[in-house]
């Protein structure tokens, strides 16, 4: 009667039924494994001398969204020699999402005056199913993604994209992006969103959209000498 009673992003809480027969006090050994690794834990030294319910145990230090095979054995011993029960059932639990480490390498390509195309590698730890990607952007350069989040505008796409071409943008301007990753925890619906990604900074094209300003002449003779001063949308 393995099985789990709890379960978070790092741990597994399981409980079983002590044999029908202990043939003397008993310990016992708890076996889980994930892919061709198995490691052993030994639960106290805490002997159990009649049948029933076994007090839980927790595996902790495991990775979320992860599937262990556990199983258990329980020991005794006669004189210096250890005898060891057959195992238990062996039962497949998984531990649940959590928040996936930053999406990787964000970079911009063929800047247009009112789009530009962004392309990006997934976490290298996803920890669950990417639901969604948030694509920051805030007009300005050197826009810190921690204490300026408020002048950020998120542009949501799905999970299974690594590429997408941001539109309507405002011409001869200047933008800093970056992107998060959102996993959704199924215990309880709960967002749970990644560190932001690398930082990068672009220009739209286009021309000037003001003419030049202040133009001012003085003709002579045999000459004319004209000043102006810049437009005042200039990128460049």
């Avoid at 531990?95 to 800047?111: E, F, G, K, V, Y």
């Avoid at 962004?118 to 007009?139: D, E, S, T």
């Amino acid at each position: 009667n393995l099985r789990v009673i709890k379960r978070t992003s790092a741990s597994l809480t399981v409980d079983w039924q002590a044999p029908v027969s202990l043939n003397g006090p008993i310990s016992y050994v708890v076996n889980y494994q994930v892919g061709s690794c198995i490691i052993v834990r030994f639960p106290g030294d805490n002997q159990q001398k009649t049948p029933g319910a076994v007090p839980p145990y927790t595996l902790s230090g495991l990775q979320p969204f992860t599937s262990y095979t556990v199983w258990v054995q329980a020991v005794n011993k006669e004189g210096s020699t250890t005898l060891t029960s057959a195992s238990s059932n062996r039962e497949k639990f998984k531990t649940i999402t959590d928040a996936p480490s930053q999406p990787q390498q964000l970079r911009h390509m063929n800047t247009q005056s009112t789009s530009v195309c962004l392309q990006w590698r997934p976490p290298l730890h996803l920890n669950g199913v990417i639901a969604k990607y948030n694509i920051m952007l805030a007009k300005g350069r050197s826009v810190n993604p921690h204490s300026n989040k408020s002048l950020a505008v998120p542009i949501t796409v799905e999970g299974n994209l690594i590429n997408t071409t941001m539109t309507n943008l405002t011409e001869l301007t200047w933008y800093s992006v970056w992107i998060v990753a959102v996993n959704v925890r199924e215990t309880d619906g709960e967002q749970l969103t990644s560190p932001p990604s690398n930082v990068k900074e672009f220009g739209t094209t286009g021309g000037p959209r003001t003419t030049p300003r202040t133009v001012r002449s003085n003709v002579s003779d045999v000459s004319a000498v004209i000043k102006w001063e810049s437009p005042l949308n200039v990128l460049g």
